[in-house]
């Protein structure tokens, strides 16, 4: 985020030509796919008519969730650690309350205004979805890049279609548990090297789950958010954006303002 600043946030602008807003995320309901014990309940709760003349009714709703990860899902730099120490080295028990984290809360992101730029894997393979189970390297980043004649630039939004979000509403056992593609150890390495602000894709972690070393757990998460301070981007709506060839646009993230939480649910856009 120390990247994001006027000079990115006006270059952005400068690729609204269209004014086309894309929406990059999915509808919180209770068909969406969950990972282990997370729960998305929202209950109608109905008001009472008041009593002056204009008859003015009005209604609520109560929801219960882990608001910081569920639907598309924004991770922030208290999601993850490696043992018991995030990112810039801050220790678990010096920030750790009942009540949210004293440092790293997704509340201090504010407002992401940058260039987006969509990397299509699932093109470049020249299929709907790339099968299960594969790793996205490199050379694939690189190639898909070539192809759509893109360049990345410190400060991007980079995100990257699979297509594995066909699946979402569906199939949510397998796009959950069917073990999809995403980036490896070495792309998050180069993908790192070019400074973004954050990696995003459509699937539920953004690397390869389970990872092909059983040995390692998610490793991704701790490449970008613990060691390089890079945020993920989960569980994104990316079919629109992909079946338009729109590879570069200006992104706009807000995440929900929530003291000390480790991360946000969000609705992205992408404007072109």
């Known amino acids: 985020m120390n990247l994001v600043k006027p000079p990115v946030v006006q270059n952005a602008a400068r690729l609204i030509k269209l004014g086309e807003v894309i929406e990059l995320g999915h509808v919180l309901n209770n068909n969406m796919p969950m990972s282990s014990t997370r729960q998305y309940n929202l209950h109608t709760k109905r008001t009472f008519m008041n009593p002056q003349s204009n008859e003015r009714g009005s209604n609520e709703e109560l929801v219960t969730s882990e608001m910081g990860q569920v639907g598309t899902q924004f991770d922030g730099f208290a999601h993850q650690m490696h043992r018991d120490l995030f990112y810039n080295c801050f220790k678990l028990d010096e920030l750790a309350t009942r009540s949210g984290f004293t440092r790293l809360g997704v509340e201090k992101i504010g407002g992401i205004f ?27 980043l690189e190639d898909a890049l070539k192809r759509q004649g893109t360049k990345l630039q410190p400060g991007d939004a980079v995100i990257i279609h699979t297509g594995w979000g066909k699946l979402w509403g569906k199939d949510n056992k397998r796009y959950q548990d069917g073990g999809h593609a995403g980036i490896g150890v070495d792309a998050a390495l180069w993908l790192a090297k070019q400074d973004p602000v954050l990696l995003g894709a459509d699937n539920a972690t953004v690397e390869i789950s389970p990872n092909p070393d059983k040995q390692l757990s998610l490793p991704v998460h701790q490449i970008a958010l613990v060691v390089n301070g890079i945020h993920l981007l989960e569980n994104m709506k990316l079919d629109e954006l992909a079946a338009k060839q729109v590879y570069e646009f200006a992104f706009v993230l807000q995440p929900l303002k929530m003291q000390g939480a480790t991360g946000s649910t969000v609705a992205p856009m992408a404007v072109r």
């Open 114 to 140: 940058t260039r987006g730029v969509l990397i299509d894997v699932a093109a470049l393979k020249g299929v709907d979805m790339i099968q299960g189970g594969y790793e996205v390297t490199v050379a694939d």
